[in-house]
């Protein structure tokens, strides 16, 4: 069965992606820098695709154990920081096809990983056993693409994506799986233990024990802030895009459909910008990239609808169940606008892709790196390794390193951080997004260091907090700013005539230009602002304030 499509300027299976990448050239980027330094780290694996793991003896770590090579795996963090991998996709060599269904932890504190569960062999059935009944002979079968969260317990779900089925066939899958990390045990918590099941919708806005969506894969998903799941679009059984939105209770084991259509290949409504209105959709499309912000609304980046990809970013509320269509262009295959490295700006966006791997701060800013789309350079499509944050406080986008088509990895000194280190080009890589300051990647289809493209297992870490502003990028914004009380202890102050200003982002740096505290800024009157600051260390810091007339900086002291 081949895997759906990744969007190009045609249809492309991802295992013809290879056909045109081979005849993509990598294109050098232009833009403006602002002396922003990001720190990657290459924290473990090969430097190059194609590399059998190790899984060692199942729940024993051990410095020389790594998984095999893949992409589109799941992935969550439990609630001791571990990093948890489940399953994905490796085509090794052609015509033959690996899905996974093996378990592995990997621990930041001794770097090193543990096969936890599962089939260290490929291609393995799922075993069910009895819905709701945890067992240690319960496990998914192999599988990628599909849906994941973490829950409020430290548990981890899973939802279809495409792979085998209790009877070892292939296919489109809608069950879902609880994984208990007190007990190391799976649980079967509903859905067809058979591939390609229809859905069943219900009434909309009515949980039902008997709703259930159809078989997915490649669609997006969200856990809010009541811990609700959330899972939009994707393929269906019939291999075609979908729109339909549904909410799945824990507390209750129900299924709600939400909002979108019951049938494929719905077209997408922009409506006006910044405007909710009930006929607003995103459309049917699949491979996109979503996350929440802290007043729990939904957000979906680009993805594909139907044989290309977008950059239009979207806003669900749930209060009103309706889409916004708020930043980006509503025309395919756009290229980005990177503006000036490490500075937002209202016209700043990345460019149209799929496959990208993202994560939320715990500022609740969402951060991109790479994908399959639009170089910023050039109109050809191909992998990328770009880096972008996006303010939901601002809804501005960020472009903070990377810009080039189908670059080379620069690893450096492995567990040694450095500006110069960057990941290659990747897309339909595996990451970490639960609420945290460190972006983690691992493998994925793109680039290693010299041997050309193919899956990956190399990990990489960005620290957030670590981003650095050179000296002459902080000495080239003058425009000065009062900041009170000078020094300060919990809460610090400043002026700014509103209706100038627009929206305002905020960013601190200490005395070494490491960022330590970055987003919008709290608005107590029209002019006035305030910014917490109890929680950094005493001493000097800089305060930037971005403006759309500029950026605003001033010092000040933490007692």
């Given amino acids: ?11 492309l299976t991802t295992r013809a992606v290879a056909l045109l990448v081979s005849l993509i050239a990598s294109v050098p980027a232009a833009y403006s820098q602002a002396g922003l330094q990001t720190t990657w780290t290459w924290v473990k694996g ?19 154990n790594v998984p095999m090579s893949r992409y589109s795996g799941s992935t969550f963090k439990d609630n001791s920081g571990n990093l948890w991998l489940f399953g994905g996709f490796n085509y090794l060599p052609a015509p033959m096809y690996f899905y996974f269904n093996d378990l592995w932890q990997f621990n930041p504190a001794t770097g090193n990983w543990t096969w936890m569960k599962g089939s260290s062999a490929p291609n393995a059935a799922g075993s069910y056993g009895s819905i709701g009944v945890a067992a240690p002979a319960n496990s998914p079968g192999a599988r990628s693409d599909a849906a994941s969260w973490v829950d409020s317990d430290g548990n981890f779900w899973l939802f279809g994506g495409t792979g085998l089925d209790a009877s070892g066939q292939e296919g489109f899958l809608n069950d879902l799986w609880q994984f208990q990390v007190s007990t190391g045990n799976w649980v079967w918590m509903g859905g067809s233990h ?17 709703n259930m969506p159809s078989a997915r894969t490649n669609m997006m998903f969200w856990r809010d802030n009541a811990g609700q799941l959330w ?7 019939l291999s075609q895009r979908t729109n339909d939105l549904w909410r799945y209770s824990i507390a209750t084991n129900t299924w709600t459909w939400m909002n979108g ?46 044989s290309y990809s977008y950059n239009d970013l979207w806003k669900y509320t749930p209060q009103n169940n309706q889409w916004t269509w708020i930043h980006g262009d509503s025309l395919p295959l756009s290229p980005a606008v990177t503006g000036t490295q490490g500075v937002a700006h209202p016209q700043n966006r990345p460019g149209a892709r799929v496959a990208g791997a993202g994560f939320t701060d715990l500022q609740r800013n969402f951060w991109l790196f790479g994908g399959w ?47 110069g280190n960057n990941p290659g080009s990747r897309w339909s890589a595996m990451s970490w997004s639960a609420p945290a300051n460190d972006l983690w990647i691992f493998g994925g289809l793109g680039y290693g260091e010299t041997a050309g493209w193919g ?19 902080l ?45 919008a800024p709290v608005r107590e009157t029209a002019d006035r602002y305030s910014i917490d600051v109890a929680h950094l260390l005493p001493g000097t810091y800089t305060v930037l304030i971005q403006t759309n007339a500029g950026t605003r900086q001033a010092s000040f002291v933490k007692q």
């Fill in 1 to 11: 069965m081949k895997q759906p499509s990744l969007p190009a300027t045609s249809l």
């Fill in 46 to 64: 090969p430097k190059e695709p194609y590399d059998g793991g190790n899984p060692g003896t199942m729940g024993v770590a051990a410095p020389g």
């Fill in 194 to 210: 058979f591939r390609d099941a229809a859905g069943n919708y219900g009434q909309q806005g009515v949980a039902s024990g008997s």
């Fill in 231 to 237: 899972v939009y679009g994707g393929y269906n059984h």
């Fill in 261 to 306: 259509s019951t049938s494929g290949n719905a077209p997408i409504v922009y409506g006006a910008i910044g405007i909710p209105a009930a006929t607003n959709t995103p459309g049917a499309r699949a491979y996109g990239h979503a996350w929440t912000d802290a007043a729990n609304n939904l957000y979906l980046f680009g993805g594909s609808h139907g």
């Fill in 373 to 419: 789309g639009i170089a910023p350079s050039s109109p050809i499509v191909g992998g990328l390794n770009d880096l972008w944050k996006y303010s939901p406080a601002t809804n501005q986008w960020t472009w903070m390193k990377g810009a080039e088509l189908n670059a080379y990895g620069i690893y450096g000194t492995q567990g040694s951080p450095s500006t």
């Fill in 455 to 473: 899956e990956l297992n190399d990990l990489w870490r960005l620290n957030s907090n670590a981003l650095t502003l050179s000296t002459s990028a």
């Fill in 475 to 519: 000495s080239a914004t003058p425009v000065p700013l009062t900041l009170y009380p000078n020094p300060a202890r919990s809460q610090l102050r400043f002026e700014l005539a509103a209706a100038a200003m627009g929206k305002l982002s905020c960013r601190i740096v200490d005395a070494s230009g490491r960022t330590v505290l970055s987003g």
